[in-house]
């Protein structure tokens, strides 16, 4: 009798463990299914915020007539904008390279050229809105040397002649570079002016391109790290309201020299073009720009030969040392290690260089006729 009591207790406590197992093998697979739900609602949430939207749909201004396009050999469009004489009567002829959050309207040099000299020197300048910028289609396939050929295709187009000058200012000016590199066959002269330095180019010596990057603003820094290290993460970076976006996107004007703030305030710190430079979405023009600028180039500036080995042209660097958005000292090793540039400090300024009164023309001047008056 007492064997078989023992034997119902044994019994009955086997039961209740099994059911305890089994109630604990439910919760634990409950557990697993919540959790792995998390972790696919998550990873969703976070593929979809990552994904740029698609590029909003080019319109002109309303009531403006649409500008002229140039349709390129992959069927898209570059929009551009002419200044100065009419191009079959010039005597030199300049495609100009807008920055970053700019458009074709912000050529400061077309705006600031003296008429007189314009007339008197037969100048033509043509800008244009880069890829994905304004009212010219944007290129998913952009890389450093497409946006050079590009620019020899907009001139083929405007029937500028086998050779013509670039001028480009801040992102414009390092895309200059890639026009030094690719198509320098077309070129009669380049002027760069405050260009932006990657600080990936792999000659720049690690010390140096260390410094310059860390005297940016840490959310800068954050917002060039991405644009290289994870390009699939820059619209989110951009967008989240999280941690501080890159604040040459916000406008912070943290970021200005003493003369830039100076010019600026003159200016009313308006940029009245800047809705129509984004019309198509902050991925297509900015963050774009940033993933191509800041990218792994295919080649570096200091590994470009002298373009005019037989002095039938120039290029020329033009930089203040108080720029507070390109370091200078980075600047200056560039001009040394390539002594066929022309290098041009200006003491006191900043980015905004070209604002200067009289700066415009002596940069023209130089650029088309060597002379600095």
């Given at each position: 009798?007492?064997g078989?009591?023992t034997?119902?207790?044994?019994?009955a406590?086997?039961?209740?463990?099994h059911?305890?197992?089994?109630?604990k093998?439910?919760?634990?697979?409950?557990?697993?299914t919540v959790?792995?739900?998390?972790f696919?609602?998550?990873?969703?949430?976070?593929?979809?915020?990552?994904?740029?939207?698609?590029?909003?749909?080019?319109?002109?201004?309303a009531?403006?007539?649409?500008?002229?396009?140039?349709?390129?050999?992959?069927?898209?469009?570059l929009?551009?904008?002419?200044h100065?004489v009419p191009?079959?009567?010039?005597?030199?002829?300049?495609?100009?390279?807008?920055?970053?959050?700019?458009?074709r309207?912000?050529n400061?040099?077309?705006?600031?050229?003296?008429p007189?000299?314009?007339?008197?020197m037969?100048?033509?300048?043509?800008?244009?809105?880069?890829?994905?910028?304004?009212e010219?289609?944007?290129?998913p396939?952009?890389?450093?040397?497409s946006?050079?050929?590009?620019?020899?295709?907009?001139?083929?187009?405007?029937g500028?002649?086998s050779k013509?000058?670039?001028?480009g200012?801040?992102?414009?000016?390092?895309?200059?570079?890639?026009?030094?590199?690719?198509?320098p066959?077309?070129?009669?002269?380049?002027?760069l002016?405050?260009?932006?330095?990657?600080?990936?180019?792999?000659?720049?010596?690690?010390?140096?391109?260390?410094?310059?990057?860390t005297?940016?603003?840490?959310?800068?820094?954050?917002?060039?790290?991405?644009?290289?290290?994870?390009?699939?993460?820059t619209?989110?970076?951009?967008?989240?309201?999280?941690?501080?976006?890159?604040?040459?996107?916000?406008?912070?004007?943290?970021?200005?020299s003493r003369?830039?703030?100076?010019?600026?305030?003159?200016?009313?710190?308006?940029?009245?073009?800047?809705?129509?430079?984004?019309?198509?979405g902050?991925?297509e023009?900015?963050?774009?720009?940033?993933?191509?600028?800041?990218?792994?180039?295919?080649?570096?500036?200091?590994?470009?030969?002298?373009?005019?080995?037989?002095?039938v042209?120039?290029?020329?660097?033009?930089?203040?040392d108080?720029?507070?958005?390109?370091?200078?000292?980075?600047?200056?090793?560039?001009?040394e290690?390539?002594?066929?540039?022309?290098?041009?400090?200006?003491?006191?300024?900043?980015?905004?260089?070209?604002?200067?009164?009289?700066?415009v023309?002596?940069?023209?001047?130089?650029?088309l006729?060597?002379?600095?008056?």
């Amino acid at each position: 009798m007492s064997g078989g009591r023992t034997n119902r207790k044994i019994s009955a406590a086997s039961a209740r463990s099994h059911t305890r197992n089994t109630k604990k093998k439910s919760s634990s697979g409950v557990l697993k299914t919540v959790l792995l739900v998390a972790f696919v609602g998550v990873a969703g949430w976070l593929y979809q915020a990552t994904q740029p939207p698609p590029p909003k749909p080019i319109s002109s201004t309303a009531g403006v007539t649409a500008p002229p396009r140039i349709k390129l050999r992959d069927g898209r469009h570059l929009a551009y904008k002419e200044h100065g004489v009419p191009r079959n009567e010039a005597n030199f002829k300049i495609v100009y390279v807008h920055g970053f959050d700019s458009c074709r309207h912000d050529n400061y040099f077309a705006d600031a050229l003296s008429p007189g000299m314009v007339e008197g020197m037969g100048i033509y300048m043509v800008s244009f809105d880069r890829p994905g910028y304004g009212e010219s289609d944007p290129d998913p396939n952009r890389t450093p040397r497409s946006i050079a050929l590009d620019i020899e295709e907009l001139a083929d187009g405007l029937g500028l002649g086998s050779k013509f000058y670039v001028l480009g200012l801040s992102m414009g000016a390092q895309i200059t570079w890639t026009c030094l590199n690719y198509i320098p066959h077309r070129l009669a002269g380049a002027t760069l002016v405050a260009p932006v330095i990657n600080y990936w180019w792999r000659n720049l010596p690690e010390n140096m391109a260390k410094e310059g990057f860390t005297q940016m603003l840490p959310a800068d820094q954050w917002a060039l790290r991405v644009a290289h290290y994870a390009p699939w993460l820059t619209f989110w970076w951009n967008t989240q309201k999280w941690f501080p976006i890159s604040n040459v996107i916000a406008g912070n004007p943290d970021i200005l020299s003493r003369q830039d703030k100076e010019i600026l305030t003159k200016l009313g710190f308006s940029k009245p073009n800047q809705a129509y430079a984004r019309q198509q979405g902050e991925y297509e023009s900015l963050h774009r720009d940033m993933i191509v600028g800041f990218g792994s180039w295919e080649f570096d500036p200091l590994d470009i030969k002298d373009p005019f080995p037989n002095r039938v042209g120039s290029v020329h660097v033009w930089h203040g040392d108080e720029d507070r958005f390109v370091p200078v000292k980075i600047q200056r090793h560039i001009a040394e290690n390539l002594p066929w540039i022309q290098y041009h400090e200006v003491a006191g300024s900043g980015h905004f260089l070209p604002l200067v009164d009289g700066m415009v023309d002596k940069i023209v001047k130089t650029l088309l006729v060597g002379e600095e008056d």
